[in-house]
């Protein structure tokens, strides 16, 4: 379920002959608050059960530099007993645990819902994207601090940021629901299957179970489907409660 990027490359050119050109001049344009590729500068909430104690809200805002340019993102739940919990979010993404660090150049929250269960709601909050998939987190309060899901075991130890919606050869999704009467979560991927026609895929689900905010895997399903099979919808959405987030 990995994301591989692209390496760059870079080519040097030397001009012979060249006619000396002025140097550039210091603009007097402050950076942009909000720049592209992402375009994301403006705060996001969801209302949810974040500690148990009733509804509370998740809120993610901008940090600005003195020029205006976003330097970092603030999460935070505001309680009813008026204290805050809250953490940047370099600082959730930071490696921990022999679990690598991740990229997350912006915050929007997208919803909160009973991922890990009746007693205490998650937010889902996107972080990055690419062409056709978004990246997401799971937030929640562990102890007096914001804490991130996490895969504690199996092949994707260490999975801290789940990918959704796809494109026409492939796709992501996540769904929360039950085994018997304990709560799991449900990671779901399609991929096109050779020969590429665009009707065969690869179908996989992780059932994961919850202890706290740690994710131990309990199964790995694996079929071929068709376009036309009930799973495969789904694997492309973020589906629970009140979040639905279709590919």
Do not use: K
Not at 6 to 16: G, S
Not at 109 to 134: M, P, Q, Y
Request: net charge negative; with cysteine.
């Amino acid at each position: 379920m990995a994301q591989l990027a692209p390496t760059a490359i870079t080519a040097a050119t030397t001009l012979p002959d060249a006619t000396p050109v002025a140097s550039p001049s210091a603009s007097a344009t402050p950076p942009t608050a909000c720049p592209p590729p992402w375009g994301v500068c403006t705060a996001s909430s969801a209302t949810g059960n974040f500690d148990g104690s009733g509804q509370e809200v998740f809120r993610a805002s901008p940090v600005p530099a003195p020029s205006g340019a976003i330097v970092d993102w603030l999460l935070e739940v505001s309680l009813p007993d008026g204290r805050n919990v809250s953490g940047r979010l370099s600082g959730l993404l930071a490696g921990r645990g022999g679990c690598p660090a991740l990229d997350g150049p912006y915050a929007i929250v997208r919803g909160a819902a009973n991922f890990a269960g009746a007693s205490r709601d998650l937010a889902f909050v996107e972080i990055n994207h690419g062409s056709s998939t978004g990246f997401g987190i799971l937030v929640g309060i562990q102890g007096e601090a914001l804490g991130l899901a996490t895969v504690a075991s199996g092949a994707e130890r260490c999975q801290r940021t789940f990918p959704f919606s796809g494109s026409v050869t492939h796709g992501n999704g996540l769904a929360c629901g039950r085994r018997g009467s304990a709560p799991v979560l449900w990671v779901r991927q399609v991929a096109d299957y050779p020969p590429r026609d665009y009707a065969h895929y690869d179908w996989y689900q992780a059932t994961y179970a919850w202890q706290g905010l740690q994710l131990y895997l309990l199964s790995l399903e694996h079929a071929v489907i068709t376009s036309d099979d009930s799973r495969f919808g789904p694997s492309y959405a973020v589906a629970c409660g009140s979040v639905s987030i279709r590919g």
